[in-house]
T-cell receptor
Framework: KQEVTQIPAALSVPEGENLVLNCSFT??????LQWFRQDPGKGLTSLLL?????REQTSGRLNASLDKSSGRSTLYIAASQPGDSATYLC?????????????FGKGTTLSVSS | EAGVTQFPSHSVIEKGQTVTLRCDPISGHDNLYWYRRVMGKEIKFLLH????????ESGMPNNRFLAERTGGTYSTLKVQPAELEDSGVYFCASSLTYSSEQYFGPGTRLTVT
């Protein structure tokens, strides 16, 4: 059974700091992995999608990496701002799963203080 | 371009009643997904439509849940009769192809009392 884990559950940093959010998965046969952001009471905003053939993707101050062999993905946020405060979720789709679902982690809640 | 929209944003019903949730995907997206998150748990998959066909409904919890996508456009998810454990946030998502990025709606918060 595929599982996606995000540690830590919560993270607080001062403004300007570079930070890394972690996502691990139990099945190396991953098809793709997607990072989302969720603001309180809102839906999920897609940040980055990494296909299994890619090692990383970049969008602005965000950089996501994917290491299939170690079962890990990281989301790097450069020069954090208070507006980055939100819950960050990773979700994977796996090659050998019976269905077509994204499997989600529980998320990391980030708080950036000014 | 409009994103994924869901209606209603919030629904409060009593146990035993019926509720119907609606999702309008991004125009042109053949793939439509339903997910839900119950309190304290991770978001979990319910089912996947490709156009009007159910591609995968392995996540549907029981036969009190019925999803439809007539004409391959919007989708509805009906819960009948609702139970207390059905409370949670129901998300809809759509994607252009099976392997492409999924875009999520704002969710419907369902409270069963």
């Amino acid at each position: 059974k595929q599982e996606v884990t995000q540690i830590p559950a919560a993270l607080s940093v001062p403004e300007g700091e570079n930070l890394v959010l972690n996502c691990s998965f139990t099945d190396s046969a991953i098809y793709n992995l997607q990072w989302f952001r969720q603001d309180p009471g809102k839906g999920l905003t897609s940040l980055l999608l990494i296909q299994s053939s890619q090692r990383e993707q970049t969008s602005g101050r965000l950089n996501a990496s994917l290491d299939k062999s170690s079962g890990r993905s990281t989301l790097y946020i450069a020069a954090s701002q208070p507006g980055d405060s939100a819950t960050y979720l990773c979700a994977g789709r796996f090659e050998d799963q019976a269905g077509t679902a994204l499997i989600f982690g529980k998320g990391t809640t980030l708080s950036v203080s000014s | 371009e409009a994103g994924v929209t869901q209606f209603p944003s919030h629904s409060v019903i009593e146990k035993g009643q019926t509720v119907t949730l609606r999702c309008d995907p991004i125009s042109g997206h053949d793939n439509l997904y339903w997910y839900r998150r119950v309190m304290g748990k991770e978001i979990k998959f319910l089912l996947h439509f490709v156009k009007e066909s159910k591609q995968d409904e392995s996540g549907m919890p029981n036969n009190r849940f019925l999803a439809e996508r007539t004409g391959g456009t919007y989708s509805t998810l009906k819960v009948q009769p609702a139970e207390l454990e059905d409370s949670g946030v129901y998300f809809c998502a759509s994607s252009l192809t099976y392997s492409s990025e999924q875009y999520f709606g704002p969710g419907t918060r369902l409270t069963v009392t």
